[in-house]
Antibody, heavy 121, light 110 residues
Framework: QVTLKESGPALVKPTQTLTLTCTFSGFSLSTSGMRVSWIRQPPGKALEWLARIDWDDDKFYSTSLKTRLTISKDTSKNQVVLTMTNMDPVDTATYYC?????????????WGQGTLVTVSS | NFMLAQPHSVSESPGKTVTISCTRS????????VLWYQQRPGSSPTTVIY?????PSGVPDRFSGSIDSSSNSASLTISGLKTEDEADYYCQSYDTSNWVFGGGTKLTVL
């Protein structure tokens, strides 16, 4: 059974750095073709893809946010970590991690429940 | 980077058919697969269409996907609408290193 769960602070102040952890089970990120992405959704708004890390440690970032994002993995702990620097109130959103497996264009077939992060002083 | 444009909302009656469009701003819609996700309130998204027109197991055949190169758009069609289909629907595609979601369409079944 594949599960993913996001964890991190519910509230961060403007200019702070956000660190989110995705802890998963039911698959290994060392398996060829396995990938984990971070996706966010501001309240009442659309989904926005942020970053992806692949089984071979390839990393991809949203063009608009790449200067603020870092994604990493700890295969032994079954975790993927996303850091986002210089947080702003517009970054208030539910942050999801999601798995994709197989082809470059495979769907996000399993999602975490999401974690709401509010940016406010 | 390209964008995917969707209508903000659509509504239709139970039993009818509705089509949601997704128009790619630049680059050919046919050059990269389009996927569709359903998101019910308070829940994470689930895939209803992948690779333009393929349904994951468990998704009823009332859901279908297509692409139209002449309008550079993709479409999600839901036939025999049920109240349980009421949700937000997002198209998604990609290029060499970016994954892009459309703005989402709220489907109301009334």
């Amino acid at each position: 059974q594949v599960t993913l769960k996001e964890s991190g602070p519910a509230l961060v102040k403007p200019t702070q750095t956000l660190t989110l952890t995705c802890t998963f089970s039911g698959f290994s990120l060392s398996t060829s073709g396995m990938r984990v992405s971070w996706i966010r959704q501001p309240p009442g708004k659309a989904l926005e893809w942020l970053a992806r890390i692949d089984w071979d440690d390839d990393k991809f970032y949203s063009t608009s946010l790449k200067t603020r994002l870092t994604i990493s993995k700890d295969t032994s702990k079954n975790q993927v970590v996303l850091t986002m620097t210089n947080m702003d109130p517009v970054d208030t959103a539910t942050y999801y991690c999601a798995r994709s497996y197989g082809s470059w264009y495979s769907d996000f077939d399993y999602w975490g429940q999401g974690t709401l992060v509010t940016v406010s002083s | 980077n390209f964008m995917l444009a969707q209508p903000h909302s659509v509504s239709e009656s139970p039993g009818k058919t509705v089509t949601i469009s997704c128009t790619r701003s630049s680059g050919s819609i046919a050059s990269n697969y389009v996927l569709w996700y359903q998101q019910r309130p308070g829940s994470s998204p689930t895939t209803v269409i992948y690779e333009d027109n393929q349904r994951p197991s468990g998704v009823p055949d009332r859901f279908s996907g297509s692409i139209d190169s002449s309008s550079n758009s993709a479409s999600l069609t839901i036939s025999g609408l049920k109240t349980e289909d009421e949700a937000d629907y997002y198209c998604q595609s990609y290029d060499t290193s970016n994954w892009v979601f459309g703005g989402g369409t709220k489907l109301t079944v009334l």
